[in-house]
């Protein structure tokens, strides 16, 4: 399918990463629903992408799905792309209920219940394009991001057995997974992070490249970024090998916050700076 015959309903539209692949699929003459929560500012993104409308919705509450699913019905859409997303960063010990149950609902939760919601409209159609967008961190698991590994590890795992289950249909699958992108995602503790460990990072022109390249392609799944692409498969195969890699992670994580264990029953003490569950200005970052 070109990017011309694509009429997609993108979620998390006025995110950075989001507002990229919006230009570029716009560019190409897609037809757009653009889907941000309140504040995001994407009423004034949609009046100024050609070809598209806005939709201001909770993707992940049962009644942001349903006018996401009627917009999407109205649209005639042939392809979905999830790119809402939230950080979650820091020792488990920092990260409170709200923290974890949040992140889970949007990272994982919420792609698997819009797709599932949409998938009447996505079949009806000859070809049919669901993007997720996973993260190196959906195959490879660092000190600090066991919270968001585990939405992203199952979204990994859940486009996996999609791309198995619907092999014989229309809907294609497409997992990509980005190392770190130069974005307000990664504020705070995470940047400081990612300086002492040397994490490479890429601008979001990148991820925008390669979703606009997966609606051309067979479902599958994409590791972005070298040498990640050659350590994740690696990671999935023996990840033991790569045990011992982390130290500098370690380190780094520990120079963030608390370098002793929380004492038994001791409340969860949150790294300052800590990304919460937006990145709204405003918001904790
Ligand atoms: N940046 C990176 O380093 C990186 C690397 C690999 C993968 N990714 C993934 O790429 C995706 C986009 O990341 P990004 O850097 O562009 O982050 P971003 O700038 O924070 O964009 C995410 C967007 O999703 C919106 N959103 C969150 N929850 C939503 C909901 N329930 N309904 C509708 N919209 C919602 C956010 O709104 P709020 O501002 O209100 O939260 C924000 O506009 C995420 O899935 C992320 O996990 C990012």
């Known amino acids: 399918m070109t990017p011309a015959q694509t009429r997609i309903v993108v979620i998390g539209a006025a995110g950075a990463i989001g507002r990229c692949c919006v230009a570029a699929l716009a560019v190409r003459g897609a037809s757009l629903l653009l889907v941000d929560r309140p504040g995001s500012g994407v009423d004034a993104l949609a009046a100024q992408t050609a070809g598209s ?3 201001v919705t909770d993707a992940t509450s049962t009644t942001g799905r349903a006018g996401i699913v009627a917009a999407a019905r109205a649209l005639d859409a042939n392809a979905l792309l999830y790119a ?24 994982l939760m919420g792609p698997l219940l819009l797709t599932r919601d949409l998938l009447p409209v996505l079949s009806a159609q000859p070809e049919a394009h669901v993007i997720w967008l996973g993260s190196t ?12 590994s585990a939405g992203k590890f199952g979204l990994r795992g859940a486009a996996e057995a999609l791309r198995r289950e619907w092999g014989d249909g229309p809907v294609r699958i497409h997992h990509i997974a980005p190392r770190a992108v130069r974005t307000a995602f990664n504020a ?39 040498p990640e692409r050659f350590a994740a498969p690696l990671n999935g195969f023996a990840p033991g090998l790569l045990d011992g890699a982390f130290v500098k992670h370690r380190k780094a994580l520990r120079a963030l ?25 405003g918001d904790p970052t």
């Open 53 to 55: 409308t806005a939709l």
């Open 84 to 107: 809402a997303g939230v950080p979650v960063f820091g020792p488990l010990e920092a990260l409170d209920e709200a923290q974890l149950e949040t992140s889970l609902r949007v990272n």
């Open 137 to 148: 961190l959906g195959r490879i698991g660092i000190p600090g991001f066991a919270a968001y």
């Open 188 to 226: 705070g503790p995470v940047e400081t992070y990612n300086q002492a460990t040397g994490t490479a990072s890429d601008p979001p022109e990148v991820v925008a490249e390669a979703v606009c390249a997966a609606l051309a392609e067979p479902s599958g799944e994409r590791f972005l970024g070298s």
């Open 257 to 281: 916050g608390r370098a002793d264990p929380p004492a038994a029953g001791s409340a969860p003490q949150p790294l300052a700076g800590t990304p919460a569950t937006s990145n709204r200005k």
